[in-house]
């Protein structure tokens, strides 16, 4: 097992590497460079601004001694300071000249868009394992195809209009939900548990909008995993042995169809961290997603490049986590390592 | 053809897609107006027996836009999702084929691509490049490649093996020809299948970057444009949200169902 994780983590380096060098040649793809004219950077920049980030990027040097140094920069995890927010650097907080602290962007926003995945995978994987094993019990009858074609419609409907909708109905004209922000006015006078409970009642709608287009893909993989497992032999000796129904599909079945289920999270991870995207500028909740909205618009280089990054990084951890968790999961495997 | 009449979701989802397609390619005779015309005297109508679907807060006839939408919007997916299934096809058709060095590079490339997240990747592209149509549709392309590239690589890898590659290699074919005549045609049924599931998602990713003011520049009406538009109105008009929303997740519906059929019928015959 120890050595499976060691391998698993030095694999990461020549992953990290290639995820550098494509958002390197991101930053490249502007016509001139980032801080002329023809490139989309702001025309009304002033040419200390301009001054400024051509010394963050080295854009003077040539191309490969800008990588280099660029690349050194990014393994200290220095990202550089934002243009837009008042200087606010990219990752951690900084001490000022002033001695004031500066709370980093991504220090800030990172929090609230793993809750919010988390609570969405949450959702999606319990509504998923419900609808996929119903689905599957009753292969091919009712319940089956209006599941299907629920969680088809749930995939194809456009997650920014649905919210739209929502907002509209349930926030402007019947004012049960908030539909801005994280916390209500007056939620430093809450009670602790009041305050939970407001954080929730603001994170509903957006958890519920990226849960929705995630449900098809894994409860059609539930489904079809347990059919097929279903018709497999030890199930015909589970029921042949007079084993009741109930376990032998939430006991025998369930379990052997949700192990690969450990793969799919991992996989679904850097989509949902892009979905928060839309989610959290409908909803101006200040996360990651929104941040990197803003920055795009502001064309506020070191926050785009700083959060592809880290979301990339995220990416590549939640899939060593999954790895290893179905490593740990699945005795076949653990024996297999452990030889 | 026969198979695909027979599986519900597939006609239904063939039925779907071949409406909106003609409807599409006959925007311009069937639109009763001018797409962008604006009419001062015409501002925010609700639907009416002139103005099917209302008008916009310039006086434009949402119907034309719609029907000019759908072919914006069509045009962006199945042009983005052409690249990404070209890329695919030639990178997995190299890897899968010779193997060694080529297809270790082709697979980590593959790898670190897919741990970028591509909406991301997407925006920062677009943060970089001015937003047009043309660069929408590379951009989406040129992110979505992996998936075909996977798997024409590992159909190559299992077809490779067969008899008649052999007899083919054996005959002196070069190969150029056994990837174009042998390996493709026999790999044909899951590249399709990938690459209408593909449009669905390259629909919903170009509405989604139109409705963050990213996708399609106005005055060119796409449907995530008029939705972004209409938000504004959605207290007092009711339609400008909701028939670009219901196309797109009839579109996107329709090439779901499809695709899910399509494999439905592969996987059967396998």
């Not at chain 2, 989604?208 to 449907?223: D, E, H, I, R």
């Not at chain 2, 519906?253 to 396998?270: A, I, K, P, V």
Request: one cysteine or more.
């Amino acid at each position: 097992m120890l050595n499976y994780l060691i391998k698993r983590i030095l694999w990461m380096i020549p992953m990290l590497i290639g995820i550098s060098l494509i958002s390197f040649f991101i930053m490249h793809l502007a016509p001139g460079d980032i801080t002329s004219n023809e490139s989309a950077f702001n025309p009304k920049a002033s040419e200390e601004s301009r001054q400024k980030l051509r010394e963050l990027y080295n854009l003077d040097k040539p191309i490969i001694v800008q990588y280099g140094l660029w690349l050194k920069r990014i393994v200290q995890l220095d990202f550089g300071s934002s243009f837009a927010s008042h200087q606010r650097p990219v990752l951690w907080e900084k001490k000022d000249e002033n001695g004031n602290i500066k709370p980093g962007l991504i220090q800030k926003a990172l929090p609230i868009t793993l809750l919010i995945n988390l609570l969405t995978i949450l959702l999606i994987f319990s509504i998923s394992i419900l609808l996929g094993t119903i689905a599957a019990i009753k292969k091919n009858k009712i319940p089956d195809r209006v599941i299907t074609l629920f969680v088809f419609v749930g995939f194809a409907i456009p997650g920014f209009w649905l919210a739209l909708i929502l907002m509209y109905s349930l926030g402007v004209v019947n004012q049960v939900l908030p539909i801005s922000g994280l916390h209500s006015i007056g939620y430093e006078q809450m009670s602790k548990l009041g305050q939970i409970f407001d954080l929730l009642k603001h994170l509903a709608l957006p958890v519920f909008i990226s849960c929705l287009s995630g449900l098809a893909g894994i409860s059609l993989y539930v489904r079809n995993g347990m059919i097929e497992i279903l018709n497999q032999d030890f199930i015909k000796t589970a029921r042949a042995k007079g084993l009741y129904e109930k376990k032998v599909i939430f006991v025998h079945t369930l379990k052997n169809a949700l192990l690969p289920l450990i793969t799919i999270l991992g996989l679904s991870i850097p989509g949902l961290i892009g979905g928060s995207v839309i989610a959290e500028s409908i909803f101006a909740i200040p996360g990651m997603g929104k941040l990197f909205y803003d920055a795009v618009l502001m064309r506020d280089f070191p926050v785009v490049m700083g959060i592809l990054t880290i979301g990339s990084i995220l990416t590549l951890l939640g899939n060593l986590i999954a790895d290893l968790a179905y490593a740990w999961a699945d005795p076949r495997i653990r024996r297999g390592l452990a030889k | 053809m026969r198979k695909i009449i027979k599986n519900p979701m597939s006609l239904a989802g063939l039925i779907i897609i071949s409406i909106i397609g003609i409807l599409a390619i006959f925007a311009g005779y069937l639109s009763p107006f001018d797409p962008n015309y604006i009419n001062i005297n015409a501002i925010l109508l609700s639907p009416d027996g002139t103005h099917w679907m209302g008008t916009d807060a310039l006086g434009r006839d949402v119907f034309s836009r719609m029907l000019h939408g759908a072919q914006i919007s069509l045009l962006v997916g199945i042009v983005a999702v052409g690249i990404s299934t070209i890329i695919g096809i030639i990178l997995g058709s190299v890897a899968g084929y010779y193997r060694g060095i080529a297809d270790t590079i082709i697979m980590r490339l593959v790898d670190v691509m897919l741990s970028i997240p591509s909406f991301f990747l997407i925006l920062a592209v677009i943060a970089f490049l001015t937003p047009s149509i043309w660069n929408i549709m590379i951009v989406i392309g040129l992110t979505s490649w992996m998936g075909v590239t996977r798997l024409v690589r590992a159909e190559f890898l299992s077809l490779k093996e067969r008899d008649f590659v052999l007899a083919a290699q054996t005959l002196g074919a070069s190969d150029f020809r056994i990837i174009l005549t042998h390996l493709l045609p026999n790999s044909l049924g899951p590249i399709i299948v990938s690459t209408v599931l593909g449009v669905a998602s390259a629909v919903l990713v170009e509405s989604g970057l139109s409705f963050l003011g990213l996708g399609v520049q106005a005055p060119t009406a796409s449907w995530g444009n008029i939705l972004t538009d209409g938000k504004e109105y959605i207290q007092f008009a009711w339609w400008l949200s909701l028939f670009p929303g219901l196309a797109i997740l009839i579109t996107v519906l329709g090439y779901n169902l499809l695709g899910e059929g399509l494999r439905d019928n592969f996987d059967q015959n396998t």
